[in-house]
């Protein structure tokens, strides 16, 4: 992992001017209410970069004269403190982790900035400048940035998220393992979905035992909220609430993952509450089904994303009309509105955003559904595809998903 680390760091280092400084930080926890925070989680970009997810630490590369230095900077509190909240990462544990040498104390972070400043004729701080949208409050990275070229106003600052996101996109083996485990674990949490469900349930009781399972397989947290959407829910594509009685012949959603090493899986099944398909929903499911299989047999090096889309559409817009649903291809939105998938890894939504072409270690998600409200029916059905030099890898094959070895499982469990 250590030469994996040093070799991300010299390609990104490879990116930037000579005499620059590169800076990140792996963030705080921000406060919830009170003397409450919400739990901490680091910046993605720093501990790719770094493997280290603590608190309050910051990585400086340094590029001058063509030679190119890591330092880390990390937290360092008073033994009082650490008897209130616990012990604080030593600078041998940071190097061991990490594998770089050069480790001080997070205070001592501006002053040796502004003695290199200063002293040593740097042009250029490049940042991490990554913001989910114009209205989101500055980051960390911005804030310090800010204070940079305002204390020291001849620096260019400039922007390296794109150069990282560039590198995040194709995973290596260890990240892609990460990721299998995160798979196989969410596989055990949707089998004891299927296995424990039943009508009158609420939804997050049935979600209670995805919970519980994943927990015992030693998942630390879930990818992101889970989505436990039956019967209508299941028709509103970002349902959240989960507190709805599973009644009797609904259909139950769920769209749900956990993290491994900070990897995520992001899986949706849909299966009936009682463990069997009435003609119709069987026939929508296996709509949904058909069009998935189809577009995951076109991924493969080469093919764009926005080609992806546009074939999901087409085979949704077929099983569509079978089902009478529509006439013609533009009404699909009406029953389909969203995209067919997105990049996968540190991320749940992982970087690359909408474009792009699939390139061999790249991960995306095939995620198509239909939403029929008029009916109570919503069905999408997600698995997580790896691209290889030859085609695709379904890293989720083994989690069930035909209706007929849904309703063989859920039948013999009951």
């Known amino acids: 992992m250590l030469d994996t680390l040093k070799f991300r760091r010299q390609k990104l280092g ?79 544990e940071a190097t061991e982790i990490s594998g770089i040498k050069n480790v001080f ?38 804030l310090f940035a800010k204070e940079l070229k305002r204390q020291y106003p001849f620096l260019h600052v400039q922007n390296i998220y794109h150069d990282i996101t560039a590198l995040r996109l194709i995973k290596s083996e260890d990240e892609i393992a990460n990721m299998r485990t995160a798979i ?35 998942v630390k947290k879930t990818s992101f909220h889970t989505i436990a959407a039956s019967g209508a829910n299941a028709t509103v594509l970002h349902y959240d609430k989960n507190d709805s009685i599973c009644r009797d012949g609904d259909l139950i959603l769920f769209d749900l993952g956990c993290e491994w090493n900070y990897y995520c ?24 089904l058909d069009a998935q299989l189809a577009t995951i047999e076109i991924i493969k090096p080469g093919v ?6 546009e074939f999901a559409r087409k085979k949704l817009a077929e099983g569509c009309k079978k089902l009478g649903l529509i006439e013609k291809d533009e009404e699909l939105s009406k029953y389909y509105y969203h995209g067919i998938g997105h990049y996968l890894g540190l991320d749940t939504h992982d970087v690359g955003g909408r474009g792009g072409v699939l390139q061999p270690g790249m991960v995306i998600t095939i995620e198509p559904g239909l939403y029929i409200a008029e009916e109570g029916i ?14 695709h890898e379904n890293l989720s094959k083994d989690i069930i998903k035909s209706v007929e070895d849904i309703e ?3 039948g013999s469990q009951r």
Not at 196 to 202: A, D, L, R, V
Not at 304 to 309: A, H, I, M, P, T
């Open 304 to 309: 764009s994303l926005q080609d992806v889309n």
């Open 105 to 142: 104390p997070e205070s001592e972070l501006r002053n040796m900035l502004g003695r290199w400043l200063l002293n040593e004729g740097f042009e250029n701080a490049y940042f991490d400048f990554e913001r989910g949208s114009y209205h989101h409050p500055d980051t960390i990275q911005i």
């Open 184 to 218: 196989e674990k969410t596989r055990l949490g949707i089998e004891s979905l299927m296995r424990n469900s039943k009508p009158g349930m609420y939804e997050y009781q049935l979600e209670a035992y995805y919970n519980f399972t994943i927990k015992t397989e030693g």
């Open 14 to 92: 490879a990116n930037i001017k000579d005499n620059s400084l590169l800076i990140l930080f792996s963030g705080d926890a921000p406060v919830r209410s009170g003397d409450q925070f919400y739990e901490y989680t680091p910046h993605r970009n720093f501990y790719y970069l770094t493997n280290l997810d603590r608190p309050k630490m910051a990585y400086v590369l340094r590029k001058f004269n063509g030679v190119m230095e890591d330092y880390l900077f990390i937290e360092t509190v008073s033994e009082v403190e650490e008897k209130w909240t616990g012990k604080r990462m030593s600078k041998e």
């Open 408 to 410: 063989n499982f859920m």
């Open 265 to 288: 899986s992001d899986i949706s099944r849909t299966f009936p509450i009682n463990g069997k398909f009435t003609d119709r929903q069987r026939d929508v499911y296996q709509a949904v």
């Open 378 to 391: 919503g069905i999408r059905i997600e698995d997580d595809i790896l691209v290889t030099k030859d085609g």
